[in-house]
C-alpha cells in the first residue's frame, strides 16, 4: 500500500508563490502517475496537474505558465511550485497516485488561501 501526505499549503498574498508536497510511503511509488487536484468551496474537484511515470507532464489551462509538478522518485516525493497565485486559487488540494486499474490512492488535502 501506498499512503500520500500532502504539506505546505498556506495562507499567501496575491502574486506570492507556496510549494506543496506530496510525499508517499511504499515501494511502487516510481510507477505511479501522480496528480495534484483542488476542490473549493461548492466547486467540483478539479485537476490541476500530474506527471507521469516517464516524466511526462499535464497541466489545466488556468495554471499552465505559472505552477510547475516535478518528481523525486529518490524521495518518492512529488512537489507543485505555484507561482503568481491568484485568489481564485484558493483550494484544498490534494494529492493522488494512480496506476492503471490496478491503484487510486488520495491524500488528506492540504489548504491553499490567496488573500491579501
Known amino acids: 500500500q501506498v499512503q500520500l501526505v500532502e504539506s505546505g499549503g498556506g495562507l499567501v498574498q496575491p502574486g506570492g508563490s507556496l510549494k506543496l508536497s506530496c510525499a508517499a510511503s511504499?515501494?511502487?511509488?516510481?510507477?505511479?502517475?501522480v496528480g495534484w487536484y483542488r476542490q473549493a468551496p461548492g466547486k467540483e474537484r478539479e485537476l490541476v496537474a500530474n506527471?507521469?511515470?516517464?516524466?511526462?507532464?499535464n497541466y489545466a489551462d488556468s495554471v499552465k505558465g505559472r505552477f510547475t509538478i516535478s518528481r523525486d522518485n529518490a524521495k518518492n516525493t512529488v512537489y507543485l511550485q505555484m507561482n503568481s497565485l491568484k485568489p481564485e486559487d484558493t483550494a484544498v488540494y490534494y494529492c493522488?497516485?494512480?496506476?492503471?486499474?490496478?491503484?487510486?490512492?488520495w491524500g488528506q488535502g492540504t489548504q491553499v488561501t490567496v488573500s491579501s
Open positions: 511504499g515501494s511502487i511509488f516510481s510507477v505511479l502517475t
Open positions: 493522488r497516485g494512480m496506476y492503471y486499474s490496478a491503484y487510486d490512492s
Open positions: 506527471i507521469a511515470n516517464s516524466g511526462t507532464k
